[in-house]
């Protein structure tokens, strides 16, 4: 008997100790280590001259740069929870087929004039809106009558994305020669020419998304269960839905007007989370993707330009990187 009282009078360690040391808290902790070093590299290395040209010119890069990973790690793993399928992505929607038909009928029509234009903060916001709106309007049609139809969703995107594509290599054909060495530097992400007055009005953006994510942050882990129990466990799932995809809708358009095109980007990140937490919750599954984007787009960029002194876009590297991860996930689909 006194040893049980004592038992039960011993301190239990609290839960936040335990929730510290859990593996999942561990990786986190070493994605984040690695994730600084990577930013400290990029603002360090190989600096000369004057600190007060180095950080604001570093450090509008680094900005932009972060805001990528975060806008496109949070669409992913999120857009993944809704539609049940670690494979999909954004992209899958056909908004980087839309950017480059937006870019082509713009030069078409104003000539490369137009990409250099006085109001880059309009065209910025004109760029978003369509986007968005395109997003918001298939999204609201589809989901009207029937929650059923998220594969539907998903087979439009399809369709949407090659009509886009076919529109752009039309319009492409059309453009001046001259005028498509300008439009060409618009087809892949690029973060040496981002035009810092335009990181304000993004991050704005991403602020006021990323605070109505975070109001709903309690249902994702359910949603992820499937609609039926989300439904059963009191979630409003279609208005949960629609807002969500409304969210992801304008991260990815402001990631993709920001700095063009990362197909994929948020393929690559999110699954390397997953493998890496062993966990598909959302307190760890976001924050390792964030991360992880963060070390690949920032420590990318460094190795490039720092290191190896080349000038090819880091990019296209991730883009290469993640199609292999893309055509191994199909190939292990496919197996079993």
């Given at each position: 008997m006194p040893e049980a009282r004592a038992a039960i009078a011993a301190p239990r360690p609290p839960r936040a100790v335990a929730q510290r040391a859990s593996p999942q808290a561990r990786r986190l902790w070493l994605l984040a280590a690695a994730a600084v070093a990577?930013?400290?590299?990029?603002?360090?290395?190989?600096?000369?001259?004057?600190?007060?040209?180095i950080l604001?010119?570093?450090?509008?890069?680094?900005?932009?740069?972060?805001?990528?990973?975060?806008?496109?790690?949070?669409?992913?793993?999120?857009?993944?929870?809704?539609?049940?399928?670690?494979?999909?992505?954004?992209?899958?929607?056909?908004?980087?087929?839309?950017?480059?038909?937006?870019?082509?009928?713009?030069?078409?029509?104003?000539?490369?004039?137009?990409?250099?234009?006085?109001?880059?903060?309009?065209?910025f916001l004109l760029e978003v809106g369509v986007m968005t709106a395109f997003a918001c309007?298939?999204?609201?049609?589809?989901?009207?009558?029937?929650?059923?139809?998220?594969?539907?969703?998903?087979?439009?995107?399809?369709?949407?994305?090659?009509?886009?594509?076919?529109?752009?290599?039309?319009?492409?054909?059309?453009?001046?020669?001259?005028?498509?060495?300008?439009?060409?530097?618009?087809?892949?992400?690029?973060?040496?020419?981002?035009?810092?007055?335009?990181?304000?009005?993004?991050?704005?953006?991403?602020?006021?998304?990323?605070?109505?994510?975070?109001?709903?942050?309690?249902?994702?882990?359910?949603?992820?269960?499937?609609?039926?129990?989300?439904?059963?466990?009191?979630?409003?799932y279609r208005r949960t839905l629609l807002a969500t995809l409304a969210a992801i809708a304008a991260l990815v358009s402001v990631s993709t007007a920001l700095v063009g095109p990362v197909t994929f980007f948020g393929l690559l990140v999110s699954n390397l989370a997953y493998q890496l937490m062993g966990s598909d919750r959302h307190r760890h599954a976001l924050p390792a993707a964030m991360l992880l984007a963060v070390v690949f787009l920032v420590g990318g960029q460094t190795l490039l330009e720092r290191v190896l002194r080349l000038n090819t876009t880091v990019s296209v590297v991730i883009e290469f990187l993640g199609g292999i991860v893309f055509l191994a996930l199909i190939l292990r689909r496919g197996r079993r």
């Open positions: 990577c930013i400290a590299a990029f603002m360090t290395l190989g600096a000369q001259g004057g600190w007060s040209f604001p010119f570093r450090g509008g890069k680094l900005l932009a740069m972060l805001a990528v990973a975060y806008a496109v790690a949070v669409s992913s793993v999120l857009f993944q929870t809704i539609t049940h399928n670690r494979i999909l992505t954004p992209a899958i929607m056909g908004f980087d087929a839309l950017y480059l038909l937006i870019q082509a009928l713009v030069v078409y029509v104003f000539g490369q004039a137009a990409v250099a234009t006085d109001h880059p903060v309009a065209a309007l298939l999204f609201r049609w589809l989901f009207a009558d029937a929650v059923r139809s998220l594969h539907l969703m998903m087979l439009v995107g399809i369709i949407f994305g090659l009509l886009f594509r076919s529109l752009s290599s039309f319009v492409i054909r059309l453009i001046d020669p001259n005028e498509f060495l300008v439009l060409q530097d618009r087809m892949f992400a690029n973060f040496n020419s981002v035009r810092l007055e335009l990181l304000p009005v993004a991050l704005a953006v991403m602020g006021a998304v990323s605070l109505l994510l975070w109001r709903m942050r309690s249902r994702y882990d359910v949603l992820a269960l499937g609609r039926d129990i989300a439904v059963n466990l009191g979630v409003d």
